[in-house]
């Protein structure tokens, strides 16, 4: 408890190798892992994040480097979550995004940190929304949440980040891609980024038109049960309370247009902190995260107590006696004290 004590008071001083062990014991599910995420939690001064995602190829890791550089000239200390994808045969992963954030690693103000998915789908890692809060509680004042780049179903970084920007490049078929990604439903911010090549402008007008024909979300939603329901409409133009997502064109590798995106996440922020839209956003997603957390708790809890039982009735799947359903429905049945039908 003392060593867990001396790593609480490191993370809130900032202490870089205080953070790294605390992201590496939360990576590896540790014991003592959730114990120190409840010491640590707070809703006072939490970071503002960022989340990148979009489609491979569009210069995502390139543009976040940018991005790194423009808050420490403001003097903000930055955080970076770089996910990367598992490898389904050999269980490793590269974690390679750093590489282009080099210049980074001795500047005191900045934490970079690569994770795996370790086959979690969604675009990021299970651990994701856990070290965030070691982030929260570092103080540090922005976060940047870096995604695989799977492309069209990275809708989990939407329940994490306060503005979620979307990175796209033109010559790579994303004018087709764009008419069916659902993950464009969800934009905060768009970067059309590798502006200078050929196609940049009608990258820019797939997107106007999808913009417009959209169903674009009010802001106003109201809880139903546990689900948060979202009253939308179609319209290209803003009502009150509604934010409508910028289009930027970008150059990352030659610095061009991203102050205009560091301007654009900061008028988005001001929306979410001033706005009833933002607030209900906000709701949704602390709803969101306590759910995701009393589901691993109890898929923990059904592990950890009912081992055999999983055993048995995952054998009995395998062997074709029983199907899944009826399997998985008696043991919720049995942790719940109720007798199996």
């Known amino acids: ?43 006072e001064g939490r970071a503002y994040v960022i989340g990148v995602t979009g489609t491979p190829g569009a210069g995502k890791s390139t543009l976040v480097d940018g991005l790194i550089r423009l808050y420490r000239e403001q003097g903000k200390r930055v955080a970076v ?12 992963a ?19 940190r690569s994770i795996a998915t370790r086959g979690h789908l969604g675009g990021l890692s299970r651990s994701t929304g856990d ?23 990275e809708l989990e970084v939407t329940q994490l980040a306060d503005t979620t920007l979307v990175v796209m490049a033109p010559g790579l078929g994303d004018d087709i891609q764009a008419i069916k990604a659902g993950i464009l439903e ?40 546990h689900t948060a329901v979202s009253t939308v409409r179609k319209a290209p133009e803003a009502e009150a309370g509604e934010w409508i997502p910028p289009i930027l064109k970008t150059v990352a590798h030659q610095k061009e247009g991203l102050a205009d995106l560091v301007d654009a996440f900061a008028k988005h922020r001001e929306f979410l902190t001033t706005t009833e839209a933002g607030k209900e956003i906000r709701a949704r997603r602390q709803v969101a995260e306590f759910r995701a957390i009393l589901y691993q708790a109890l898929i923990d809890a059904v592990d950890a107590r009912f081992a055999e039982q999983v055993s048995e009735k995952l054998q009995g799947v ?23 039908t």
């Open 1 to 43: 408890m003392s060593d867990l004590s001396t790593l609480v008071e490191g993370i809130r001083a900032g202490n870089m190798r205080a953070l790294a062990r605390a992201c590496r014991l939360i990576d590896e599910r540790d014991p003592c892992a959730f114990d120190l995420l409840k010491q640590i939690f707070t809703n």
């Open 81 to 92: 979550l770089a996910v990367d994808p598992t490898s389904p045969y050999s269980g490793g």
């Open 318 to 340: 395998v062997d074709g006696r029983s199907d899944p359903y009826s399997s998985a429905e008696a043991l919720v049945r049995g942790a719940v004290g109720e007798p199996e």
């Open 131 to 153: 070290v965030l809060h070691v982030l929260h509680a570092a103080s540090f004042d922005v976060v940047i949440l870096e995604t695989v780049g799977v492309g069209q179903d």
């Open 94 to 112: 590269i974690l390679g995004d750093r590489i282009r954030m080099q210049q980074h690693f001795t500047d005191e103000g900045v934490f970079i």
């Open 186 to 225: 969800v934009a905060d911010v768009f970067a059309v980024n590798k502006s200078d090549r050929v196609g940049a402008d009608a990258t820019v007008q797939d997107l106007q038109q999808m913009l417009s024909l959209r169903r674009v979300p009010t802001g106003v939603s109201k809880m139903q049960g």
